[in-house]
């Protein structure tokens, strides 16, 4: 089956802690995008990336990083300068034209404690 | 950059009964605008989006309204089931921005 996962479905860390989540997709997509979704509100964009080794910020990059090493893989790091990062992260990828649909994964739910 | 306001931020209706969900955004270079819609527990989905060369566009139940002119779009869902129950969003983008904006979501309840 073609599509995106994400692991784990839900995540708890220490606050201070880094934590890294996973997204991957066997669509042959270039494009592949990070959103944060809290209650209320719709989907901010964190990262995306159009092609291998190459990504741009978003809306709200701060306190993230990402990676691009592989063309079906794009994993999020929740670096502890992001102060608020108890939140459900959604992973998405599509092919490049700004029309194409963004397929989503299943999503990770992080809780910080 | 671009802002996306979507109201009504909850709508029950009964079954069989129409659904209309409006938004509207900022930035007038904006020409895609795409509805999701999110299960619990679950990524959104493409439900129908549409081009700002088009004024209306269907697909069985559902249909999507653009003005350009006044820069607000809206969703149509008629004969709502309850299966149609979940949170839409809508989205903006333009050529410029290469980003999808979404607006702050719809939570759809259909009562039996």
């Known amino acids: 089956d073609g599509g995106i996962t994400q692991s784990p479905k839900y995540l708890f860390r220490k606050e201070g802690q880094n934590v890294t989540l996973s997204c991957e997709q066997n669509l042959n997509h270039d494009a592949m995008y990070w959103y944060r979704q809290d209650p209320g509100q719709g989907l901010r964009l964190i990262y995306y990336s159009q092609i291998v080794n190459d990504f741009q910020k978003g809306d709200i990059a701060e306190g993230y990083s990402v990676s691009r090493e592989k063309k079906e893989s794009f994993p999020l790091t929740v670096t502890s300068a992001q102060k608020n990062p108890t939140a459900f992260y959604l992973c998405?990828?599509?092919?490049?034209?700004?029309?194409?649909?963004?397929?989503f994964g299943p999503g990770t739910r992080l809780t910080v404690l | 950059g671009e802002n996306v306001e979507q109201h009504p931020s909850t709508l029950s209706v009964q079954e069989g009964d129409s659904a209309v969900i409006k938004c509207t955004y900022s930035d007038s270079a904006s020409n895609y605008f795409p509805w999701y819609k999110q299960e619990l527990g679950k990524g959104p989905q493409l439900i129908i989006d549409i081009r700002s060369n088009v004024g209306e566009k269907k697909d069985q139940r559902i249909a999507v309204t653009l003005n350009k002119t006044a820069k607000h779009f809206s969703l149509h869902i008629t004969e709502t089931q309850p299966e149609d129950s979940a949170v839409y969003f809508c989205?903006?983008?333009?050529?410029?921005?290469?980003?999808?904006?979404f607006g702050s979501g719809t939570q759809l309840t259909v009562l039996p």
């Open positions: 989205a903006a983008a333009s050529g410029s921005a290469r980003q999808l904006t």
């Open positions: 998405a990828s599509s092919r490049l034209g700004l029309f194409d649909e963004q397929f």
